[in-house]
């Protein structure tokens, strides 16, 4: 079996593939796995290195050997960044498609949903539906027209028959008005009485002449 049939569980030639959700769960946990082995050999690299450093000048062969193993350290590191890097590739590809896939498949239910909603709509029938609408519409408009019209008997009679009339009748009132005040002339007047009315008693020098001071007291006090 290939190291993919391994990583993703395949079967022969006549297994059913994985599904995408199983790859990248797969994709995920190579991810970690890997991630894991950076940080193992990160730690061999620093180890390797102390032990360089201790033995530079003491034992110029241990710190060699330890040179050659943090070498090999670090080609593997190199190459799990790689990988990494890879795999993170084919993840976010596979995320991409499964996405998509899903959103086909409510796209094209959906579409199925719309379909089985229009099956039982003629577009003529609709159309025919509209127009009858359309029909009631103007019909009930006409109907409110009709109502809210004002109706009554004043409708059956000319206007300026009606004002012509009028002024005959203003005029009628004039007529009869200046007639009864013509008439008044030929009432007779009351008789003047023959006899004479009482004659105002004179007053006397004194009387006249407090009345003057009296006037002449009131006006003073008026102009003030």
């Known amino acids: 079996m290939s190291v993919f049939g391994k990583l993703f569980g395949g079967g022969g030639k006549g297994g059913k593939g994985p599904s995408a959700q199983e790859a990248i769960q797969k994709l995920r946990e190579t991810e970690e796995m890997l991630t894991k082995k950076q940080d193992f ?4 690299i620093d180890q390797e290195l102390i032990t ?14 330890a040179l050659k193993r943090k070498k090999r350290y670090e ?3 190199t190459q799990i960044d790689g990988t990494l890097s890879t795999i993170e590739f084919q993840r976010e590809a596979l995320e991409n498609a499964n996405t998509n896939t899903e959103v086909l498949k409510n796209m094209g239910f959906a579409a199925k949903a719309m379909k089985s ?6 577009i003529d029938k609709v159309d025919d539906l509209m127009q009858d609408i359309t ?7 006409e109907i409110s027209d009709a109502i809210s019209k004002p109706v009554g008997f004043g409708d059956e009679f000319d206007e300026d028959e009606l004002l012509a009339e009028l002024d005959e009748l203003e005029q009628e009132e004039l007529d009869k008005n200046l007639l009864e005040i013509g008439g008044t002339e030929n009432v ?3 008789n003047v009485p023959s006899t004479s009315l009482p004659s105002r008693p004179a007053k006397k020098k004194e009387d006249e002449d407090e009345d003057d001071m009296e006037d002449l007291q009131r006006w ?3 102009a003030n």
């Open 117 to 122: 909603a229009h099956e039982n709509m003629d």
């Open 52 to 65: 360089a450093k201790k033995n530079g000048t003491k034992n110029k062969r241990a710190a060699l050997q």
């Open 135 to 141: 029909e009631q519409q103007e019909l009930a408009q």
């Open 41 to 44: 050999l990160e730690k061999k």
């Open 75 to 77: 080609k593997q590191l």
């Open 220 to 222: 003073a006090m008026e």
């Open 188 to 190: 007779p007047l009351p």
